[in-house]
């Protein structure tokens, strides 16, 4: 790779971060071109030279974002030697720090109603992220057909847990639904989860 082209990589991974950051902050409507670019040390002529549109930008963001987030957690629930894997993601996703660091953490509780809104090419962008978690957890939580449904309540469960814990963050109102949703999440898996070495 010439050094023109590495350059352009590293200004094209910078601006995705940044636009990562705000997405996670102030979603899309709220983060601007100029804001983005700002954030990745860019000038916002130079935009152009790697997207096509601020639509495009966040198209590919959310993709990135979700699927970056989904990969570091299931490496590390593949790695965790004290639980299965499927209970780490369902433990690591309903803790308090996930919670509490919206900023690096799961994109869905900030952009979910507003990709609702908007619809596609944001709306397609994330159900193509949402089937890759399904079909990871359906491996997680056993054989059969079955196991996508059981996938598909547990996501839910956990967005949603942590979507409400989040909105009322400080209260003790955020722990419990935190506390809940692992118990009833763990009280489903009871039984089904695949061990590590099925993967």
């Known amino acids: ?10 200004s ?20 601007s071109v100029m804001d983005v670019m700002k954030g990745a040390g860019l000038t916002v002529g130079g935009f152009y030279g790697h997207f096509e549109s601020k639509e495009q930008l966040f198209t590919e963001t959310i993709r990135s974002t979700a699927r970056a987030m ?6 590390r629930a593949m790695n965790d ?14 803790s308090r720090k996930h919670r509490d660091n919206p900023e ?12 609702a809104r908007e619809g596609d090419p944001y709306r397609g962008a994330l159900e193509s992220e949402l089937n890759g978690f ?3 957890l ?15 309540a547990l996501l839910a469960l956990m967005y949603g847990a942590l979507t409400l814990s989040r909105a009322v963050r400080g209260t003790r109102l955020s722990d419990e639904f935190l506390e ?20």
């Open 1 to 10: 790779m010439s050094q023109k082209a590495e350059q352009k990589q590293k």
């Open 12 to 31: 094209h991974e910078a601006i995705l971060e940044s636009a990562a950051t705000l997405l996670r902050e102030r979603g899309i409507r709220g983060s």
């Open 70 to 75: 989904w990969r570091a957690m299931l490496q």
């Open 81 to 94: 030697p004290a639980r299965t894997p499927m209970m780490s993601v369902l433990e690591r996703y309903l």
């Open 104 to 115: 690096v953490g799961c994109p869905l509780p900030s952009i979910a109603s507003e990709v």
């Open 134 to 136: 399904i079909q990871d």
């Open 138 to 152: 359906s491996g997680m939580v056993g054989q059969g057909e079955r196991a996508r449904e059981k996938a598909l």
């Open 180 to 199: 809940a949703a692992r118990k009833f999440g763990a009280q489903a898996l009871e039984g089904s989860s695949a061990p590590p070495e099925s993967r």
